[in-house]
């Protein structure tokens, strides 16, 4: 759960991190200026290894906030980041999934096409686990 869970960004905003992984669509982070390509990043710390398959961020009430398109890589410790889901286009409340991966850290980045006049906005990141039967 996202109990232990800790975030940093590239962009401490106008508010904290932890907005963004707490269980609730009333606190919301933000990075706080417009996004800008491949800079605008946040990164999730799950406290351990753990098997997941997907992401899902939701706006909230900053529906017109979200990264133009971003690359998610995961990783252990000791290892590289592997880039493991990413978008295209203009979203908001995206769903990713993709192949089953044991990963402590996930980072999420602006992609290559993120140059838009508005902020980044968070109000709930949630990572889909699998467990050993394949369920979710």
């Not at 960004?9 to 907005?19: F, M, P, V």
Request: charged share 20%; hydrophobic share 35%.
């Amino acid at each position: 759960t996202s109990d232990y869970w800790t975030a940093v960004t590239s962009n401490h905003g106008i508010a904290l991190e932890k907005y963004a992984i707490d269980n609730s669509l009333n606190s919301v982070w933000t990075n706080g200026e417009n996004q800008k390509q491949g800079t605008t990043t946040y990164l999730i710390n799950l406290g351990e290894p753990q098997t997941i398959c997907g992401i899902a961020i939701t706006n909230g009430s900053e529906m017109w906030s979200y990264l133009e398109d971003y690359e998610v890589y995961a990783w252990c410790d000791g290892e590289e980041a592997k880039l493991v889901a990413k978008t295209e286009g203009k979203m908001s409340n995206t769903q990713l999934y993709f192949e089953p991966q044991m990963a402590k850290y996930l980072w999420i980045k602006a992609g290559t096409t993120s140059t838009a006049n508005r902020q980044f906005a968070i109000a709930d990141i949630n990572v889909y686990t699998r467990s050993v039967n394949g369920e979710q």
